[in-house]
């Protein structure tokens, strides 16, 4: 029997979902491209109406166009600085376009007003996450959790705590996500990398196979899965796993890793 050193890492495979974006409430859209709802008010009223500068900032970042969206928001909130849909709005779109730190401020201004609303705090979390304020993203996504109990706000600690390598607590919160959302396969995957992080590579291997139940054609869980067979000495499993997700790679560096991975196997039974 090939014995293999059981000392590898889930090092590609935890590409966590990057959609960070906390989109702004959702506006009906008429056919015309307006927002729906009463529209007999008068253009100069529309002009010094926050919601509606509001409104129309939600349907340009839904087109793609978050720099109008800022415009929008921007009028918003000069028209009223408490309007608390406004800062969201800004905060969304300047997530959108990678400008963490404003987002951030537009966050922490909604927060201010209403400081209960967890979806606000969870953005500002992962504002600050991107930003790599580990401590203001932990204590953000702390309080949407406290409000909300949620699982996305669970999977976000937990993975703020993977990489941050506190792998006990990163375990904790993906098993809240999971309980708090049983059909949710990154929070399996979350689970699972972090098992494998703790050596304990049977219960990462049962953890993606859970989640490939879910999402049977998810790359990232298929290759960890081998991953976590290959730590625990199952070559014959981890061989398979690796060829079957080989032809469905097209990113370079997983590629690489795959073949590295079944070069390992193959040079530990020569």
Do not use: C
């Amino acid at each position: 029997m090939v014995v293999l050193k059981k000392d590898i890492k889930t090092a590609l495979a935890f590409f966590l979902a990057a959609a960070f974006f906390a989109g702004a409430a959702v506006v009906p859209i008429r056919a015309d491209g307006h927002p729906a709802g009463p529209q007999k008010r008068k253009k100069v009223a529309d002009e010094k109406n926050p919601q509606y500068q509001y409104e129309l900032g939600v349907i340009a970042l839904r087109y793609g166009f978050p720099d109008e969206a800022i415009r929008y928001g921007e009028l918003a909130v000069s028209l009223d600085p408490g309007h608390f849909n406004g800062w969201n709005l800004l905060g969304s779109a300047y997530f959108n376009k990678g400008d963490f730190a404003k987002a951030a401020e537009a966050y922490e201004k909604a927060a201010a007003i209403k400081p209960g609303a967890a979806d606000i705090h969870r953005s500002l979390g992962m504002a600050y996450a991107e930003l790599k304020e580990t401590d203001k993203a932990e204590a953000a996504l702390k309080k949407a959790f406290e409000a909300g109990g949620d699982a996305e706000s669970a999977y976000l600690l937990g993975k703020l705590y993977y990489g941050a390598r506190r792998f006990d607590e990163a375990l904790a919160f993906a098993l809240k996500a999971i309980q708090k959302d049983g059909k949710s396969a990154k929070a399996y995957n979350l689970k699972g990398v972090t098992l494998n992080q703790l050596e304990r590579y049977a219960e990462s291997a049962g953890s993606f196979e859970a989640g490939l139940l879910l999402a049977p054609n998810d790359l990232n869980l298929q290759v960890n899965l081998g991953i976590a067979y290959l730590n625990s000495g199952q070559t014959a499993k981890a061989k398979a796993t690796f060829e079957a997700v080989l032809p469905k790679i097209e990113q370079d560096v997983m590629r690489k890793q795959v073949e590295g991975y079944l070069q390992f196997i193959k040079d530990a039974g020569k």
